[in-house]
């Protein structure tokens, strides 16, 4: 059964930017004391829908565009109930929901089935006294992203001859062995036959594979978040977890600072044409493998095209060039496509930085003020950087484009479409017209650039250190290939930075650690060098926020902030185990960065707070020339 926000009236508090993590589509969500799965978008109504754009996203991701969430006080966002089963804290009782809605359904009370609807209850023993009924800890998973209940039944009767239809009308109860909550502790008993099975070791893989296989318990192949039904067979073994788990769910998101680029301008004219949304609608109900042909054939698709290069005064050809490439048909071995997040992120780079201009002109919220070196007063500190740019407003889109369970995925592949789903389990969340789930957020920031020379000559200078080697090092502890490209003693320090920036401008601008966020602009490829940061405050509730973080910006007060993070920097309160730290964090990727100095909130940090070292920054104890920041770099 589906759920939505109105007809079950749910204690709901989430925000728009919660339904692409840690809520998105497939996820799962606490609501009345119930576990709910966010259902598919297909559900929402679409005249509530708001598209949004983003040119170059779009292309990247071949979509035609994006949808943000339909919340507010009149919308819906539907769920359907998981796990199904459920079971009373008072005699123990182990059902399936459609099981203990057929006893309220028995005493034909329509007004309780209503309050059923809403938190499902039964009966004390006693009396009419209502039980709230609790759904189980325990649900299966597979790593290409199905979901399916445990299977209570067939465990309990795991040690019997019984045969499936012989025990599946059998009444269950889950009943504890002692006091603990533990799940070690918990025994799965028939009613009517007596067998039980305990549920110790459920959660060991390799013994779980050998025992579902006895009792025929395979992966069903459901998406159950899916408007649409019907499994399709799935190859792999199910894995038991804790609903709450936090390998559940691995949301996949790609984001983008929404620049009005020069070269997007003359799109974003033909986008917003009285035709362009009917055109587009039209192009994308074609056969994928009979594009081409089709547009050169469809008179509706003709006439749509004739419209716009009559009112904007340029050639067919070029209309249909650049709405082609807009849907994406046309980018299969374009070189134009990025193959790495920073090589997507270079452009944005390029206008932070003041390399290239933009199109001041357009709709889109974006305006900034750069300064350069010459701009700067003249300290140490200010020497090691080359731009400072303060952005007054800006647009970042954050699209929802897939999920995976189990295994996370390299996020490089995807960006590039070199990942093959089978091999990357990842999920996808296109919709059906070719859009993605995606949030607006809106705000201010400061992008500032450390000088190439500057960090050539450091890097130069302590390449044999035993500081660069520790980093170095650490490409034997990480996981996914992607990360590799971040053991680099150079983006140690970049990162580093910027999470010691973070913490200070909390004490200055007036926004707690987790309202600030930053994106990292990182590249040592030789004459295609990035050494950028953009740290900025953004919201999906609001139309900006108050300058707080700007005001920072200017460089005056910038560097007082450098110089009071890089001095705080200096010693932490677990020092000198910290700093003398071979390695902390998740792998030990990181080195003298514990909670006390360099950690920030995870929301804010793009690597989940691993890459970090302090020694780059300011040395060791015995060493303090071999920082950044305190060696012979000025």
Excluded at 135 to 143: F, G, K, T, Y
Excluded at 226 to 253: D, H, M, W
Excluded at 549 to 573: D, H, M, T, Y
Aim: charged share 25%.
């Amino acid at each position: 059964m589906v759920y939505n926000k109105q007809n079950i009236n749910p204690e709901f508090n989430v925000r728009k930017s919660q339904l692409l993590t840690p809520f998105g589509i497939g996820a799962l969500i606490d609501i009345n004391n119930q576990s709910i799965m966010v259902a598919d978008s297909e559900y929402w109504e679409t005249e509530k829908l708001i598209k949004l754009h983003d040119i170059r996203l779009e292309s990247v991701l071949k979509a035609t565009g994006f949808v943000e969430p339909p919340l507010g006080e009149m919308s819906d966002i539907f769920g359907k109930r998981f796990p199904r089963w459920y079971f009373s804290p008072v005699d123990r009782s182990l059902k399936t929901i459609n099981q203990w809605k057929k006893g309220i359904e028995a005493t034909n009370k329509s007004y309780l089935m209503t309050e059923f609807d809403k938190a499902p209850f039964t009966f004390s023993n006693k009396g009419n006294n209502h039980v709230e009924l609790v759904p189980v800890r325990i649900i299966c998973a597979c790593s290409h992203g199905h979901v399916q209940d445990f299977p209570w039944s067939e465990w309990a009767h795991q040690k019997t001859n019984l045969t499936k239809e012989q025990f599946s009308n059998h009444d269950l109860k889950l009943i504890s062995q002692s006091q603990s909550a533990s799940i070690s502790e918990l025994i799965v008993k028939c009613v009517q036959c007596g067998a039980s099975n305990s549920l110790a070791g459920i959660f060991d893989k390799n013994k779980m594979e050998s025992r579902f296989e006895k009792i025929n318990v395979h992966c069903n192949g459901d998406f159950l978040w899916k408007q649409t039904s019907g499994n399709k067979a799935c190859s792999e073994n199910p894995e038991v977890l804790l609903r709450n788990a936090s390998n559940f769910y691995f949301p996949k998101i790609m984001s983008s600072v929404n620049i009005p680029f020069n070269e997007n301008a003359f799109l974003e004219k033909i986008m917003s044409h009285s035709v362009y949304q009917p055109l587009i609608e039209r192009m994308t109900k074609a056969d994928k493998g009979k594009e081409v042909e089709f547009y050169e054939e469809d008179r509706r698709i003709g006439n749509y095209i004739l419209d716009i290069v009559e009112d904007m005064e340029t050639d067919e050809n070029t209309i249909r060039e650049i709405i082609g490439k807009k849907l994406g048909l046309y980018l299969e071995g374009d070189d134009a496509v990025p193959e790495t997040v920073m090589d997507y992120r270079r452009s944005e780079y390029a206008v932070l930085s003041g390399e290239e201009s933009f199109n001041e002109d357009s709709h889109i919220d974006f305006k900034i003020s750069i300064h350069d070196n010459t701009m700067f007063p003249k300290t140490d500190i200010s020497e090691l950087f080359t731009t400072v740019t303060l952005v007054h407003s800006l647009e970042v889109i954050s699209a929802l484009t897939g999920y995976s369970r189990i295994l996370t995925s390299d996020t490089e592949k995807i960006l590039a479409g070199e990942a093959d789903e089978k091999e990357e389990h990842v999920v996808s969340l296109k919709r059906k017209d070719d859009t993605f789930v995606a949030v607006k957020s809106k705000g201010e920031g400061i992008f500032f650039e450390l000088s190439k020379e500057k960090i050539d000559s450091w890097f130069e200078k302590n390449q044999h250190t035993s500081m660069i080697e520790k980093i170095i090092r650490k490409d034997e502890n990480v996981t996914f290939s992607d990360e590799l490209s971040s053991i680099n003693p150079k983006f140690y320090l970049l990162h580093t930075l910027s999470h010691l920036l973070i913490k200070e401008l909390t004490l200055t601008s007036g926004y707690s650690s987790s309202s600030l966020r930053e994106r990292l602009y990182f590249s040592d490829n030789y004459g295609e060098e990035m050494y950028g940061v953009l740290i900025y405050t953004s919201s999906s509730d609001s139309e900006g926020t108050l300058g707080g973080l700007v005001k920072q910006g200017i460089p005056s007060n910038f560097f007082s902030i450098v110089e009071n993070a890089i001095e705080k920097a200096k010693w932490c309160s677990f020092d000198p185990i910290c700093i003398d730290s071979e390695g902390q964090g998740r792998n030990s990727l990181n080195v003298a960065a514990c909670h006390a100095c360099s950690l920030v909130s995870e929301t804010s940090c793009e690597k989940m707070n691993v890459f970090l070292d302090r020694n780059v920054l300011v040395g060791s104890l015995q060493h303090p020339e071999w920082g950044f920041f305190t060696g012979n770099n000025f």
